[in-house]
């Protein structure tokens, strides 16, 4: 019900915005004063694939190509938005002025406005682009007290593997992360956000991660949407991952753990069990925990471990989201300090969700230099 109102309240304010760019931008410029009625209608047909898409996108109606383009169709209309609103002070801005749009040098008029049309159309590829390319690699460097190694990790959190990530994204991201050569991959949560029948035929290829100590897994919100248990059991079918449910493991010189994620409290599976872990944690060694939502660093004493590593939040993947990301999680992107001893790093993804959009929020793949007391 409530995923039924939040649609309509999306689709209300997408129908609005549509309806501001045709009247503030589309009816103003010069350039399409005889394509007004062509415009209205790519405007209608753009309207009702954000529905088709809102609509349909959590089942299986739509064919992969038939996904990957209806994503698309969110962002014309979030980049024109933009443009529109701006174009809109600029014309406040020359009334309080004391001079008129219309009233500019006609050709100067129609040179701005193929610049507009330019950046526009520019805007609109990137934000594409920047969801759907490869994650560039992000390096981060940490010293932690008692490590008796230096370690290389590969962090990758929000894969969301399904109907617009999937094999060639997959292998791709595998190649980038071999080509480091990392002591260890660490896979933080929504990892698959599809039926697990859809990726079965290419979910083995996580084996072909390399790394010394192998790749550590635990769930994100998304795995418990898809059936938490048919997605576990496709994993340990089909790869060779080390799952972490509640677990740790006691690598000798360091602590891996991993706790299942916040939606498990709601839907009665796998919720977070801190005390659990604690049983098998060895104090006297650092200690990593995986988790997927960063909020959970709020509700729980992590006091134990020296780093945190999350996701989840995509660093709000679209702006302004981001401020509304930060007042529900509570952490958005990059690190922070809990205590003098206590690091959470908060990852902005590989992949995304939902519309084909990313703007002022870069996906990535973290590279973790661990420093330790050598």
């Not at 008129?100 to 682009?129: C, D, G, P, Q």
């Not at 340990?236 to 972490?244: D, F, M, P, Q």
Request: glycine share 6%; aromatic share 14%; charged share 20%.
């Amino acid at each position: 019900m409530m995923y039924l109102f939040l649609s309509f309240i999306i689709l209300v304010i997408f129908g609005l915005v549509n309806l501001y760019i045709y009247k503030r931008l589309i009816n103003k410029f010069l350039l399409f004063k005889y394509f007004k009625k062509f415009f209205a209608l790519i405007f209608f047909v753009l309207f009702l694939a954000q529905i088709v898409f809102l609509i349909l996108r959590r089942d299986d109606y739509l064919s992969e190509l038939w996904y990957e383009i209806l994503s698309m169709s969110y962002a014309p209309s979030y980049c024109l938005f933009f443009v529109t609103l701006i174009l809109d002070f600029f014309r406040l801005f020359l009334i309080l002025s004391g001079k008129a749009y219309k009233k500019i040098n006609i050709f100067i008029r129609l040179i701005f406005e193929i610049i507009i049309i330019l950046i526009s159309v520019f805007l609109i590829y990137i934000s594409i682009h920047n969801a759907l390319k490869i994650p560039e690699i992000n390096t981060l460097n940490l010293k932690i007290n008692g490590l008796k190694k230096d370690l290389k990790i590969a962090i990758l959190t929000d894969m969301h593997l399904g109907k617009n990530l999937h094999e060639k994204f997959l292998e791709q991201v595998i190649n980038k992360v071999n080509f480091q050569k990392p002591d260890m991959v660490f896979i933080i949560g929504d990892l698959i956000d599809a039926s697990p029948k859809d990726l079965k035929p290419y979910i083995s290829k996580l084996n072909d991660f390399q790394s010394t100590y192998g790749t550590f897994y635990t769930v994100g919100n998304h795995e418990y949407y898809h059936g938490i248990n048919q997605v576990l059991d496709l994993l340990k079918t089909h790869t060779k991952i080390k799952i972490l449910l509640n677990q740790n493991k006691d690598l000798g010189f360091i602590n891996i753990a991993g706790m299942t994620d916040l939606a498990g409290i709601d839907k009665g599976l796998y919720a977070p069990n801190l005390e659990r872990i604690k049983v098998d944690l060895n104090t006297s060694k650092p200690s990593i925990l995986l988790t997927h939502q960063p909020k959970t660093a709020l509700l729980y004493d992590l006091s134990d471990f020296d780093l945190i590593l999350s996701g989840h939040t995509h660093g709000g993947q679209i702006f302004p989201f981001m401020f509304l990301v930060k007042l529900q999680q509570g952490f958005v992107y990059g690190l922070y300090s809990l205590s003098e001893k206590t690091k959470l790093y908060v990852s902005s993804g590989a992949g995304f969700w939902g519309p084909s959009l990313r703007v002022f929020a870069p996906s990535e793949i973290v590279i973790l230099n661990l420093k330790g007391d050598l």
